[in-house]
């Protein structure tokens, strides 16, 4: 069964950092896209960004490009958001998934529970 634990979330001050980290398991994970979504009270969810399978392409929403950086670590079945400059607009839920292919693909696994961001002064 595809599973996602994602970590890493907390409380941070405008302008602070925060790493976020999704362990995957019963997938082949070193074979996936991964993805970060995150879900704000009321919204959508809504695409943060994502990672091919090398770990050679990347792509983001416009509103985080230059602020989160995705890698991930096929060796460990690990997916990471590294976010910078962080604003109280990216307060939300933040889930992690996998994807079939880079264009088009479908999402494959079940939602976990996700990892709250909130950002607060």
């Known amino acids: 069964q595809v599973q996602f634990v994602e970590s890493g979330g907390g409380l941070v001050q405008p302008g602070g950092s925060l790493r976020l980290s999704c362990a995957a398991s019963?997938?082949?994970?070193?074979?996936?896209?991964m993805s970060w979504y995150r879900q704000a009270p009321g919204k959508e969810r809504e695409f943060i960004a994502d990672?091919?399978?090398?770990?050679?392409?990347?792509r983001y929403r416009d509103s985080v490009k230059g602020r989160f950086t995705i890698s991930r670590d096929n060796a460990e079945n690990m997916l990471y958001l590294q976010m910078d400059s962080l604003k109280p607009e990216d307060t939300a839920v933040y889930l992690c998934?996998?994807?079939?292919?880079?264009?088009?693909?479908?999402?494959?696994?079940?939602w976990g529970l996700g990892t709250q961001v909130t950002v607060s002064s």
């Open positions: 019963g997938v082949y994970f070193s074979t996936f896209v």
């Open positions: 990672i091919d399978s090398a770990a050679v392409r990347t």
């Open positions: 998934n996998a994807k079939t292919a880079w264009v088009g693909g479908a999402i494959i696994g079940n």
